[in-house]
């Protein structure tokens, strides 16, 4: 079992940045992917941003893509994702998502542990 909480979430204009954070405990967090996805209003769960255990592959969504850079730190079990230029579009439900398995995608079905997420307003 993997415990996932996300913080950092908050209210920004458009053109700011956030950096949300991911606290993971449990079993070992460097055999785990780690992703984020996010659920706006009325919308499906879709992904944003993926890495894999040792930070060697990094995959983004097309429209978050050299906005958001994804980044882990194993020693304090940690993933964070920072978010420039935020956009009106980009605000939803950011959440946390842990992967075991040989090769993470971005299909939310196979990835294993949630967090509860946390709330991004981007204010035009």
Do not use: H
């Amino acid at each position: 079992q993997v415990q996932l909480v996300e913080s950092g979430g908050g209210l920004v204009q458009a053109g700011d940045s956030l950096r949300l954070s991911c606290a993971a405990s449990g079993r070992t967090f460097s055999n785990y992917a780690m992703g984020w996805f996010r659920q706006a209003p009325g919308k499906e769960r879709e992904f944003v941003a993926g890495i894999s255990w040792n930070g060697g592959r990094l995959q983004y969504a097309a429209s978050v893509n050299g906005r958001f850079t994804i980044s882990r730190d194993n020693a304090k079990n940690m993933v964070y994702l920072q978010m420039n230029s935020l956009e009106p579009e980009d605000m939803a439900v950011y959440s946390c998502a842990a992967y075991q398995g040989p090769r993470f995608t971005d299909q939310p079905s196979v990835w294993n542990y949630w967090g509860q997420g946390t709330q991004v307003t981007v204010s035009s």
